[in-house]
């Protein structure tokens, strides 16, 4: 008898209809490593939940909303519900990308909702994307036969189709799936008759359901079957919409076409403007306008607020900056907050100063901008996921930087499972894994010492050396002990007689020396990593060489053998919703004037795209403030505010690594100055014409791209 790849027996595939549950020799759950495409999915999440839980939300008519759980099918059996899927292009197009896959559905179960869904058919696998995961266990989870798993998001739960599942939601939101049927590779050549006898199973069961005088051929069933089968494998060879029997469903979108697209509503905003993202940086900057009375509408992908707090952290996360580094210089944290607050208490934190700014009024929540493009007349056209076009004043860009995952580039290929350190939720990921983590940076060390508890064993790889610092220094947190007049080169001094003292020479851990001084990178504010390595429960490698199957080759020759490899090596800063090139980054830095402008566009402010050495807060709350100023500056003004820094002697960013107090100090000055641009404008406006910006279609390049 031959084998699949995973080694189960090969035949005829069990079917649903047979009389009791499956009692074979089929394992429960699959090892998501096995599969060579699973990686690409979970790396694409966030695109799909963005673009599904929107969908969902705005069409609950299409969705059976008298059951405890909602399903809108975009592939089923083989046959694509053209006019659902074509709702969601992203997702279709990564969905058509894994091979094998004969479908798909977006599941949301409402909160105290248990399902028990039946097996089907041997000859599938079924995969589960959490995509929002109210709960952990016990509250949510899924058991098939005596396995219980936890909803990860970002993760993929597989299972064997044939068992019967159970999956529950006990928490107080809803959850959110995304769920695949896959073909297994032997069955291939069987996929019409597969899909074509679970379809006239189906259709034969609702049949039975529905109309009372077919019971009474009840004992013929089986023969019914065999008569239906056929048809529908002949239907589905013929590509007929048989589609279209399976339910009635209402229309997704009322939305006629134009020249195949969306046609576009315009709506005029001209009088606000336009706030991108609703993260810690939108919410201070939307302050900061509230304040000064700039009217403005702010725009969120998301559900609620928090940006990367929300969805895009581990649950085991904690600030490396204290509370009082971190805080809003308006809006203290709660007294009974710890030094470094969790990610949990960070979001209530954040949830906490929009409600009392009374900011969240102004927030529109699951609205997408997928495309922006500045006018003539220095406007700017907005373009929503919905197909909406609105026109804005100008455009604050607060999207974050920790989202576009930079992965590094080896020779060969890791066949086990290999993730970045955004797709890293919780240690059970690690259990009993042999993991190694890429980077020497914050996130690289948490990840590696939740591994060298829970894991097998545990390596990291550094291709240079880094500074690691402890969060505290005679009992207060690190960065609160360096003050705000001592200069950089004090600060050095201070920092290396401290670490010479406590943690020694790091060549004795096994670590490269660092080939930068302290705070010319972001450093790891992290130690504990040098206590595990001490413990043998971490150890250093250099870089790696390269893949072969699960062996990683490093750069001095040795190799060994992985479970799991975590790049843990930083983000891109990216604004995928501006033409390509419009902002210029060249080498990880965004080139602007005041860390903020462009010299060729009027109203475009782009904010926080360097790395703080400590905290957002007490520098967003002064830009907030300082932003509204120049907004009301620009607005008497006809040339681009960064165009007259520009000529005034300003010098682009030269550092991605923000220095807090410098950076205070020179927004506390420029609060005075900014007024004296006004004479400095009008002077250069006798030389200098007032630059109009080029006309953008969706995708195409901007002429000032670095390259």
Same mark, same amino acid.
């Given at each position: 008898?031959?084998?699949?790849?995973?080694?189960?027996?090969?035949?005829?595939?069990?079917?649903?209809?047979?009389?009791?549950?499956?009692?074979?020799?089929?394992?429960?759950?699959?090892?998501?490593?096995?599969?060579?495409?699973?990686?690409?999915?979970?790396?694409?999440?966030?695109?799909?939940?963005?673009?599904?839980?929107?969908?969902?939300?705005?069409?609950?008519?299409?969705?059976?909303?008298?059951?405890?759980?909602?399903?809108?099918?975009?592939?089923?059996?083989?046959?694509?519900?053209?006019?659902?899927?074509?709702?969601?292009?992203?997702?279709?197009?990564?969905?058509?990308?894994?091979?094998?896959?004969?479908?798909?559905?977006?599941?949301?179960?409402?909160?105290?909702?248990?399902?028990?869904?039946?097996?089907?058919?041997?000859?599938?696998?079924?995969?589960?994307?959490?995509?929002?995961?109210?709960?952990?266990?016990?509250?949510?989870?899924?058991?098939?036969?005596?396995?219980?798993?936890?909803?990860?998001?970002?993760?993929?739960?597989?299972?064997?189709?044939?068992?019967?599942?159970?999956?529950?939601?006990?928490?107080?939101?809803?959850?959110?799936?995304?769920?695949?049927?896959?073909?297994?590779?032997?069955?291939?050549?069987?996929?019409?008759?597969?899909?074509?006898?679970?379809?006239?199973?189906?259709?034969?069961?609702?049949?039975?359901?529905?109309?009372?005088?077919?019971?009474?051929?009840?004992?013929?069933?089986?023969?019914?079957?065999?008569?239906?089968?056929?048809?529908?494998?002949?239907?589905?060879?013929?590509?007929?919409?048989?589609?279209?029997?399976?339910?009635?469903?209402?229309?997704?979108?009322?939305?006629?076409?134009?020249?195949?697209?969306?046609?576009?509503?315009?709506?005029?905003?001209?009088?606000?403007?336009?706030?991108?993202?609703?993260?810690?940086?939108?919410?201070?900057?939307?302050?900061?306008?509230?304040?000064?009375?700039?009217?403005?509408?702010?725009?969120?992908?998301?559900?609620?607020?928090?940006?990367?707090?929300?969805?895009?952290?581990?649950?085991?996360?904690?600030?490396?900056?204290?509370?009082?580094?971190?805080?809003?210089?308006?809006?203290?944290?709660?007294?009974?907050?710890?030094?470094?607050?969790?990610?949990?208490?960070?979001?209530?934190?954040?949830?906490?100063?929009?409600?009392?700014?009374?900011?969240?009024?102004?927030?529109?929540?699951?609205?997408?901008?997928?495309?922006?493009?500045?006018?003539?007349?220095?406007?700017?056209?907005?373009?929503?996921?919905?197909?909406?076009?609105?026109?804005?004043?100008?455009?604050?860009?607060?999207?974050?930087?920790?989202?576009?995952?930079?992965?590094?580039?080896?020779?060969?290929?890791?066949?086990?499972?290999?993730?970045?350190?955004?797709?890293?939720?919780?240690?059970?990921?690690?259990?009993?894994?042999?993991?190694?983590?890429?980077?020497?940076?914050?996130?690289?060390?948490?990840?590696?010492?939740?591994?060298?508890?829970?894991?097998?064993?545990?390596?990291?790889?550094?291709?240079?050396?880094?500074?690691?610092?402890?969060?505290?220094?005679?009992?207060?947190?690190?960065?609160?002990?360096?003050?705000?007049?001592?200069?950089?080169?004090?600060?050095?001094?201070?920092?290396?007689?401290?670490?010479?003292?406590?943690?020694?020479?790091?060549?004795?851990?096994?670590?490269?020396?660092?080939?930068?001084?302290?705070?010319?990178?972001?450093?790891?504010?992290?130690?504990?990593?040098?206590?595990?390595?001490?413990?043998?429960?971490?150890?250093?490698?250099?870089?790696?060489?390269?893949?072969?199957?699960?062996?990683?080759?490093?750069?001095?020759?040795?190799?060994?053998?992985?479970?799991?490899?975590?790049?843990?090596?930083?983000?891109?800063?990216?604004?995928?919703?501006?033409?390509?090139?419009?902002?210029?980054?060249?080498?990880?830095?965004?080139?602007?004037?005041?860390?903020?402008?462009?010299?060729?566009?009027?109203?475009?402010?782009?904010?926080?795209?360097?790395?703080?050495?400590?905290?957002?807060?007490?520098?967003?709350?002064?830009?907030?403030?300082?932003?509204?100023?120049?907004?009301?500056?620009?607005?008497?003004?006809?040339?681009?505010?960064?165009?007259?820094?520009?000529?005034?002697?300003?010098?682009?960013?030269?550092?991605? #690594?923000?220095?807090?107090? $410098?950076? @205070?100090?020179?927004? +506390? *000055? &420029?609060?005075? %100055?900014? /007024? #004296?641009?006004?004479?400095? $404008?009008? @002077?250069?406006?006798? +030389? *200098? &014409?007032?630059? %109009?910006? /080029?006309?953008?279609?969706?995708? $195409?390049?901007?002429?000032?791209?670095?390259?």
């Amino acid at each position: 008898m031959k084998t699949d790849r995973m080694g189960h027996k090969r035949g005829r595939p069990w079917f649903f209809e047979a009389k009791g549950p499956y009692r074979g020799n089929e394992p429960c759950s699959v090892d998501p490593g096995q599969l060579g495409w699973t990686t690409q999915l979970e790396a694409q999440w966030i695109t799909i939940r963005e673009e599904l839980i929107s969908l969902i939300e705005d069409n609950q008519n299409s969705l059976n909303t008298s059951k405890p759980y909602k399903t809108y099918e975009m592939l089923a059996w083989g046959i694509e519900c053209e006019n659902k899927s074509g709702q969601c292009p992203r997702t279709r197009e990564i969905i058509r990308g894994i091979p094998g896959v004969i479908g798909a559905s977006f599941v949301a179960l409402d909160s105290g909702a248990t399902i028990k869904p039946q097996g089907e058919t041997t000859a599938l696998i079924r995969c589960y994307l959490s995509l929002v995961a109210p709960a952990p266990l016990p509250q949510c989870g899924v058991r098939v036969g005596n396995e219980t798993k936890q909803w990860n998001e970002g993760q993929l739960l597989i299972f064997g189709n044939a068992h019967n599942r159970t999956e529950w939601n006990n928490s107080t939101g809803t959850l959110y799936v995304l769920a695949l049927d896959i073909l297994k590779p032997e069955y291939a050549s069987m996929t019409g008759s597969i899909c074509g006898r679970i379809l006239a199973a189906t259709y034969l069961e609702n049949a039975y359901e529905r109309t009372q005088w077919l019971r009474h051929f009840e004992p013929i069933k089986s023969v019914l079957l065999n008569l239906v089968q056929p048809l529908f494998y002949l239907a589905l060879r013929a590509h007929l919409p048989i589609a279209r029997l399976r339910r009635r469903s209402a229309p997704v979108f009322s939305r006629p076409r134009v020249d195949g697209g969306w046609k576009k509503a315009m709506q005029d905003c001209s009088s606000y403007y336009c706030i991108i993202g609703a993260g810690p940086g939108g919410l201070g900057i939307a302050r900061g306008l509230a304040k000064a009375g700039v009217p403005y509408e702010q725009l969120e992908a998301d559900t609620d607020i928090g940006g990367n707090w929300r969805h895009g952290v581990y649950e085991t996360t904690h600030i490396i900056s204290s509370k009082k580094t971190t805080e809003y210089g308006d809006f203290p944290m709660p007294e009974n907050y710890p030094d470094f607050p969790s990610a949990e208490q960070m979001l209530a934190y954040l949830c906490s100063y929009a409600e009392h700014f009374r900011l969240r009024d102004r927030i529109q929540f699951r609205t997408k901008v997928v495309f922006c493009r500045p006018l003539p007349d220095h406007r700017w056209e907005v373009e929503l996921d919905s197909g909406e076009t609105r026109i804005y004043r100008g455009l604050i860009v607060c999207n974050g930087h920790h989202w576009d995952c930079r992965w590094p580039s080896y020779p060969g290929t890791f066949a086990g499972q290999y993730i970045h350190a955004k797709q890293y939720k919780s240690p059970e990921q690690l259990r009993g894994k042999r993991v190694l983590v890429i980077g020497g940076g914050n996130s690289a060390c948490d990840i590696a010492s939740e591994a060298a508890r829970v894991g097998k064993a545990t390596c990291m790889s550094m291709r240079r050396g880094y500074w690691f610092l402890p969060k505290t220094i005679l009992g207060r947190p690190l960065l609160e002990c360096l003050p705000g007049w001592m200069p950089l080169w004090m600060q050095r001094i201070m920092l290396r007689t401290l670490l010479r003292l406590i943690v020694g020479d790091y060549r004795n851990y096994g670590l490269p020396r660092p080939d930068h001084r302290i705070f010319e990178a972001h450093p790891t504010v992290n130690i504990e990593v040098l206590h595990f390595i001490r413990h043998g429960r971490i150890r250093p490698k250099p870089d790696i060489a390269r893949f072969e199957g699960t062996i990683v080759e490093f750069t001095d020759g040795s190799k060994e053998e992985f479970d799991l490899v975590v790049a843990a090596t930083g983000y891109h800063v990216s604004f995928p919703f501006l033409p390509k090139g419009l902002v210029p980054v060249k080498d990880g830095l965004a080139l602007l004037y005041a860390e903020c402008l462009l010299s060729d566009f009027k109203n475009l402010y782009i904010i926080g795209t360097g790395q703080l050495r400590y905290g957002f807060g007490p520098l967003l709350t002064p830009a907030g403030d300082l932003i509204a100023q120049m907004i009301q500056l620009q607005e008497k003004m006809e040339l681009p505010l960064g165009l007259v820094l520009r000529e005034s002697g300003a010098r682009l960013s030269n550092t991605h #690594l923000t220095n807090p107090h $410098e950076s @205070l100090r020179s927004m +506390r *000055i &420029a609060k005075h %100055t900014l /007024p #004296l641009l006004l004479g400095r $404008e009008r @002077l250069l406006r006798q +030389r *200098i &014409a007032t630059p %109009t910006p /080029p006309v953008y279609a969706h995708g $195409e390049p901007s002429p000032l791209e670095v390259h």
